[in-house]
Structure formats: C-alpha cells, structure tokens
C-alpha cells in the first residue's frame, strides 16, 4: 500500500483518518520533489478499497478562483483547477476579512461532506491557496471537529510569502485546541531507497547502486525515480543472482521533453529555464557564480537575483549565507540540467566557465571541472592548448576516473590539428578502455583506428592496437571476425606479414587453438615490438607447458615495455598476476602487488574476484565475483572470465547452491571460453555431488583429451588428479597409474605448486603412501590457500592415509569459509573416526539451513539424500522437523523466505 518508500506514510495517515477522535485536519508538509501528491494518491486510493468515500480539490499557482456550476449535479461549485471542485453556495471573495461569510461558507461546505457519511476531503498544493480560501479551510476544520469527516492537506515548504504568515497563524490557532496534527516528510532514508529500487527492479539493489542512487536524489522520490529509469534506460544497471549492480555510473540515458522532474522549473518561464541552466553548469564555481549566469543571460544583477530567488522558491536552489553560494539541493536536477543544454550552449557556458577560472574571477575545488569545461569549450577556447591539457588530465587519471578520461581523449581528438595527433591520442583512448574492460568501446575505438589511420600508427603501435582489437571481438563474442582474421580473410589494415603475427596469435589462443599460436610466435622471423606484442609469446608458452618466457618476463618487471607509463606498467603487471592466479601461485601473486605497490582495489573486478577466492575470502570473493559478471554483460567478458566463473561455482557448490552452480557452468560453456578445461573441475565436482561419478570421469577424459589437441598443459594436473581419485574409488588400477605417471609429466613441465601438490595427493592414494599425504598436507599449507588446505586433509584422511587428528582443522576452515556442504560432509567424516563435534546448537542450525538451501535449489527427495549422504526416509524426517520449526508449510513457501531474506534461521 501506498509509494515505496512512503508506506509506512500511508498508513499512518489511514489511521488518522479512519480513527474516531483523531484531530479533523492532517497536514503533510514537506519540501518539492518529496512525493506529497504521490502520498495523497495513495492515500486516496486505500480510501476507496475501503469504500471510504472521498472528495479532492488541488489548488494551482496563480490559477483564477471563480464560481461555476456544476451541470452533473446543479450544484454551485467554486472551479480551482479543471476537474477539481469545492462545493460551495458562491463566491467567497472577501472570507478572509469577513468571519461571518467564511463560516457561512465553511458550513455549507461542511455539511456538504457530511451528507456523504464517513469521509475525508484531500487538498493538494494548499501553498497556493489565497487568504480567503485558508479562511474558509480554518473555518471548515472547526465545522468538522467531533464528526466522522477528516480533511488531509499536502503544504509545500517554505510556502510562497504571500500566505505563509496567515498560515502559520491558521495553524498555531488550530494546533492551541487541538484540531491538527502534522506530518513533515523526510528525504528518504537509505532503507526507504533500497524498497523502493528493489521494488523496481525486482532484485536486491547493491550499496554501490544504492549509494549512487542516494548521492543523486538526496532522498527526493521523484528524483529517486528518475534517476533510476535513466539509469535502466542506458543499460547501466545488470542483474546477476538476484542482485542489481550499477555497471556504468556515469551513463545515465536523458530525459524526454517535459519530463515532471524539469516541468517546475519549465513552468516557471523561459528566463528562470535558461537561469537555471547556467546555473547548473557554474555551481561550482560557488560565489562567482550569480555574476556568472547574468553574463551568460546579458540580464541585470538584479534580474538574476530575481531569478535565482524564484528557483529558491520552488524548491530549485538553495542559498547557502555563510558562504554566500547556490546549491542544487538535489544533484540529479543539475544533472537533468546539464543534459538540457543544447551543444552550443554548453559550448558558451564552458568557455564563460573557463575564462572566469582563468582569470581568478572564479575558484573551483574540483580539479577535473577545469578539463570538464576545457573539453565542453572545445575549439572556442585555445584549441592546441586545450589539446594538450586534456590528454595530459587523462592519461594520469585514466585508472582511477576511467570514465571521465575516456569523455577528455574523446574532446582532444575532435580538436587534433592533423591526422597523425588523432591517431596518437585515439591509440590512448583505445588503451584506456582495454584497460578498464570497456570492450565495446575499445572495439568503436580499434575499428576507426584500423579503418581510418593506420598508416599514422608505428609497427610497434599497429601490433599493440590489434591484439587489443582481438581481444575486445572476443570478448564481445564475435567468433566469425576472429575465425576471419585466422583464416586471413579479414587481414588488419596496414600491418602485411610478419606485423600481424600477435594478433592472429592471439586470435587463435582466443579460439583455443594454443598450440598453432605458440608455433606461429615461434616462427616469427624478429622479436615482436609494442606493449602487447610481447604478451601473447609468453602466455601461449605458459598455456602449453613452456613457462621459461614468463618466468623469465616475471623476474625482469624492470623491462618491461614502456613501464614509465602508469596504464602500461598496470597492464603489464595485471597480466602477469593473472598469469599466476591461473597457476593457483596465490604466494607469487600476492608479492608482485606488493612489488609493483598495486593494491587490490585497483585491479579489474575479475582478478579481484579470483585473487578473493584464492586467498579464502568467499563472501568478498562472492560479491566481486557477481559484480565482474555484471559488467561483463554491460562491457564485455574478457578471457579472465572464465576463472572467475570458476571461481564462483566453486564457491556455490561449497555453500550447497549446487542447482545454481551447474546452470553458471552450462551458461559459461556456452560462451565458448578459452581454457574451457577449467570448468571440468567443478562440472566434475557438482557431477560426484548428484550421484554421478562415472559421469564425472567421463567429462574429465573429454576435456583432458581436447586439451591435448589443443596443446593445452596448465591446470590439466587438476583434471589428472580428480580423475586418478575416482579411479582409486573403484578401485581402477590401471587407469589410476596411468593418471599418476601424467600427473609426473604435467608437474615437470609446468613446474607449478598446484602440480607438485596433485602429484603428492595422487601418490599418497594410488601407492596409499603416508608420507606423501603428509608431504600434501604440508606443501597445502605453505600455499596457505584456505579451501585447499581442508580439501586436502578431508582426501588424505577419508582414503585412510592422513591423520584424522587433523580433521577439526579442516572443519574449521569450512566453518570459516561458510562451506555448508563440504563442511556437513566433513561431520560425517568426523563422527565415522570418533571425533567429537562440537556445538550441538550449531550443527542442527547449520544443518537445517543447508537443507532450506538445497531445497530452494529445487531437489527432490532423492536428490537430496544422495547430496546430502541420507536416505530418502532420513530426508523425510529432516524437511517435516524444518517445516515445524519455520512454520513453513511447503517448499514452496521455504524458498520464498529463503529468497526474500525471511528464513529464520
């Protein structure tokens, strides 16, 4: 019932309303855009379901009050507004000096509601009532006082000069005997917007968006509102598990012609709509800007007080008198503002800005408004200069204000003096978006750059550009461009021969043709030139078994190509450690952040993601993860895509969201990633999980065999060994040697600490070799990788050749990590060795919520006693306990509170 955001608004004013010796008159002030017509609406609306019948009169400004008729009823009826009337026997001209004529009048208007019962007489807008109808309105609540009638009034605050002394008389006259109470709306709060946004998208908002959200609108509904249909209709905001992410912050689609958000301010004349604006675009420029904005309007300074005074009065603006500066009490309107202008006029209005800031008149906090106003300004103000500023402001904030950048390089290219400079700074500009994982837009880039100016590019810059090409098709999933560019049917302009060779490289590694794409590198005729040219060499060779290129690049950062420019030597170092999180070395990985002084917070939300997980911190992990699909789908997924889809099904399936974990992989698979072997683990996994593993085995041999064919070698000691432990189950002899003998192989050549640990693990199960699983134990440990570590000993211990002394350690880990499965497996463990597990409390809770997690997943009875290690008669018993305990009475109404955060548990 009622606006989100407003409905405990609602229902307090119903209560008022419908409550027997409630005060007659209700009064709902608030500042514009706080949503007091929308609360009025609603209250009307709860009125009529309970056949409460209503009447309603909304007062316009300036709007001629004269007596009518009312043909339908023959009633006189003073007109306020078309299609609003206020029963009444005349006019009422003269009321406010006349006590006699307004009670006459307040009678009849009193009796009028009267004769319809039980009712309540709403009033919109009441700031415009003139001093004769606030009469009357006095006279009318104390008419009502002790009847059935009560009459709710929506007042705009501050109310215009001409009837805010008399009001507040009226009120403090009211308020002395006891007929009003009042309501004062608030902004919403930050609960309020995260109803009304969930409400809206149909998913939990995230405090990013909600924070985003807050910041624009200041708590105002219309705003809220508005900002966030803009935000839907530029595709900034994506959904992933339920959640609503804002991918896209600084895209927000425009609002149409007389959106409600501006009609106010449109309503108010031609010269307040171009004050406000001006004032838009010079409201950081504080106390300079009044004379600002009459320059730009050619007005008087008395002229523009007026102005910004009736913006004030509308609730547009807000005098700040210590520092004697206007503000946009809401930031959204500025924004709504800002968009309004035509190119011209933010042309003219940038170049007044920058003049004023320039010449000392004006002084401005912000460093980038300068720029902002420089690119805005354009060829209107010193266009070499202004060249040289903006791609300077970029290129040092393209890693923490990518967005911002990218509008600078945009505005410095238009201003370019020739073709050569063009090419230079759209060669940045490509980089700049590659670099945050804007694909599409590196891909705009790339396809003028090749298009239009490759004879301006080195060969140097010409390999670099297309790698980035390549890769910004892939990851926007154009497979048929890169099946061209292999197959040479699509060559890139101006790079025959040899200059080519990185990027089809990399074409053919995208397509997961590693081993053609190494060969091909290899065969290069001279060392390639160029940031990226060098990367596709080492990272094929890591991929098939040859790291000495990497290792030998990892040891030497200081030669790294260009390092003396931030965004390169980001780049460079960001491949690298994504390089060792493909390796699972998380040791090495987190050493080079603190070499190269990178904090985590500043890498790619992918790598975030993975790098979380790693290190054990799955809730974190979790969210970066969602996070990084969300602006894959706004973006484009690059290649590091697939681990955190890894990455995230691991955590899922941990957590016993096993359903939802196995739909994350058949969607991953359907994107054709490169290294799709890296999803065999938990496809494998989850296939154990439902009582399937010969399935399990036979994905594994698929996936090790297509990486053979691909030349693919790291990371296949994962599937060796997951297929060596199943043989050991059925106790497959042969095809466990087998496993273990390429386990040999694999670790030798890609010299990993992830291979080195399956080899041991293997070891200790096929030839149940003790002292190779406490080798396993402790070689886990010193990679200190959490989930690891309790996945080892739980192996070692359930195929008897580790300490079951050991296992509180791993039920611990799985306790920290939230792992609800694994860690209802590792009790089972537990109590088969006669360990105790303690918290009895805790067990049964954890217990009960993995089940209400597994049954929101949507299994069966016979599901979830084979992932659970039951009976279905167990199962039986467990579901009929639960439902007793939540007062749930069927699945259905389980995954409801499950899914709505009302699980009481």
């Known amino acids: 019932m009622g606006p989100a955001g407003r409905r405990r608004t609602v229902r307090a004013l119903l209560r008022a309303v419908t409550t027997p010796g409630e005060a007659p008159l209700t009064i709902v002030a608030g500042r514009p855009g706080l949503g007091r017509t929308s609360v009025l609406h609603a209250l009307h609306s709860a009125l009529l379901e309970r056949g409460t019948p209503t009447a309603t009169l909304r007062f316009h400004r300036g709007a001629p009050v004269e007596p009518t008729w009312t043909p339908a009823t023959g009633t006189p009826a003073v007109t306020v507004a078309s299609g609003t009337v206020w029963p009444v026997t005349g006019a009422i001209t003269g009321a406010h000096a006349s006590p006699t004529a307004a009670g006459r009048t307040a009678s009849m208007v009193a009796e009028h509601l009267l004769e319809r019962g039980a009712t309540v007489l709403l009033i919109d807008d009441a700031q415009w009532m003139d001093l004769d109808h606030l009469a009357v309105l006095e006279m009318v609540v104390r008419r009502l006082a002790g009847t059935s009638v009560h009459c709710v009034c929506a007042v705009r605050t501050p109310a215009p000069e001409a009837v805010r002394a008399a009001g507040r008389q009226a009120a403090d006259r009211l308020r002395a005997d006891r007929l009003v109470r009042e ?305 040479d049917t699509r060559p890139a302009p101006g790079s025959p021969g040899a200059h080519r060779v990185p990027a089809v490289a990399t074409a053919l590694a995208l397509l997961n043709r590693w081993r053609e794409a190494h060969e091909l590198l290899d065969r290069a005729p001279s060392p390639v030139a160029g940031n990226l040219g060098t990367l596709p060499h080492w990272c094929s060779g890591l991929i098939t078994g040859r790291p000495a290129h990497f290792e030998q690049s990892l040891a030497r950062p200081q030669e790294w190509p260009r390092r003396e420019t931030e965004w390169y030597r980001y780049e460079q170092a960001s491949a690298h450690l994504r390089a060792l999180l493909l390796q699972g070395d998380t040791t090495r990985a987190e050493k080079l952040l603190i070499a190269e002084e990178l904090p985590a917070d500043r890498l790619r939300l992918p790598d975030q993601a993975v790098l979380a997980t790693q290190q054990g911190r799955f809730d974190e992990a979790l969210e970066l993860a969602r996070a990084a699909t969300a602006a894959g789908a706004a973006l484009g997924s690059g290649p590091a895509q697939v681990l955190v889809q890894h990455a995230m099904a691991t955590i899922l399936h941990a957590r016993g969201r096993i359903a939802q974990a196995r ?170 060795h006669d360990i105790a597990v303690s918290g009895r409390r805790t067990t049964i809770a954890e217990n009960e919520r993995l089940l209400a997690v597994l049954v929101t997943e949507g299994l069966g009875n016979k599901q979830l006693a084979t992932v659970l290690r039951s009976t279905e008669k167990g199962i039986e018993g467990r579901l009929s306990r639960l439902f007793s305990r939540t007062g749930c009475r069927s699945r259905t109404e389980l995954a409801a509170a499950m899914f709505h955060g009302d699980y009481p548990g």
Request: with cysteine; glycine share 8%.
């Open 663 to 832: 739909d994350l992989l058949v969607a991953a698979r359907a994107a054709q990633p490169p290294l799709p072997h890296l999803l065999s683990e938990p496809e494998a996994l989850l296939d154990r999980a439902f009582g399937e593993p010969g399935e399990a085995a036979r994905r594994l041999r698929r996936d090790l065999a297509l990486a053979s064919e691909q030349g693919v070698v790291l990371d296949t000691d994962t599937l060796w060994w997951h297929l060596a432990e199943l043989a050991v189950r059925r106790t497959d002899h042969a095809e466990a040697r087998t496993c273990l003998t390429e386990l040999g192989h694999v670790a030798e050549r890609t010299g990993t600490g992830r291979a080195a640990l399956h080899l041991l693990l293997a070891r200790a199960l096929v030839e149940h070799d003790r002292e190779a699983a406490n080798s396993a134990v402790r070689l886990a440990n010193e990679r200190g990788r959490p989930f690891e570590i309790a996945g080892v000993i739980d192996t070692v211990v359930r195929h008897g050749v580790g300490d079951p002394a050991l296992l509180p350690e791993a039920y611990a880990l799985f306790g920290e990590l939230d792992a609800l499965l694994y860690r209802s497996w590792s009790r089972d463990l537990m109590r088969r």
């Open 183 to 487: 309501l004062v709306l608030r902004p919403l709060d930050r609960a309020d917007i995260t109803e009304v946004v969930a409400d809206t998208l149909a998913a939990e908002p995230t405090p990013g968006l909600i924070d985003r959200l807050r910041h624009l609108s200041r708590g105002m509904p219309l705003a809220l509102a508005t900002a966030l249909d803009a935000y839907r209709r530029a595709d900034s905001i994506h959904v992933v598990d339920q959640r609503a992410y804002l991918t896209r912050p600084d895209r927000l689609a425009e609002l149409p012609a007389g959106h409600a958000m501006l009609a106010p301010i449109v309503g108010l004349g031609d010269a307040a709509w171009q004050a406000a604006k001006a004032v838009a675009v010079f409201e950081p420029l504080g106390p300079a800007m009044p004379g600002l904005v009459e320059g730009a309007l050619d007005v008087s300074s008395e002229e523009t007080l007026r102005l910004l005074e009736l913006l004030r009065e509308e609730g547009v603006l807000r005098f700040r008198g210590g520092d004697r500066t206007w503000r946009f009490p809401v930031p959204f309107v500025a924004t709504a503002l800002l968009d309004a202008c035509g190119p011209y006029e933010r042309r003219w209005l940038a170049q007044l800005a920058v003049t004023a800031l320039r010449s000392g008149h004006a002084r401005c906090e912000d460093p980038g408004y300068l720029t902002d106003q420089l690119a805005n300004a354009g060829s209107l103000v010193d266009p070499a200069g202004t060249e040289t500023i903006l791609v300077d402001r970029a290129a040092a904030t393209v890693l923490t204000d990518g967005g911002r950048a990218d509008r600078w390089l945009a505005a410095a290219a238009e201003l370019a003096g020739d073709r050569g400079r063009r090419a230079r700074i759209l060669l940045t500009r490509a980089a700049g978006r590659f670099v945050r994982g804007d694909y599409r837009g590196c891909l705009a880039t790339t396809e003028t750059l090749l298009g239009d100016f490759a004879e301006h590019l080195t060969p140097g810059q010409l390999q670099e550009l297309q790698v980035r090409h390549v890769v910004a098709l892939y990851s926007v999933g154009d497979f048929e461009a890169l099946n061209e560019i292999v197959a």
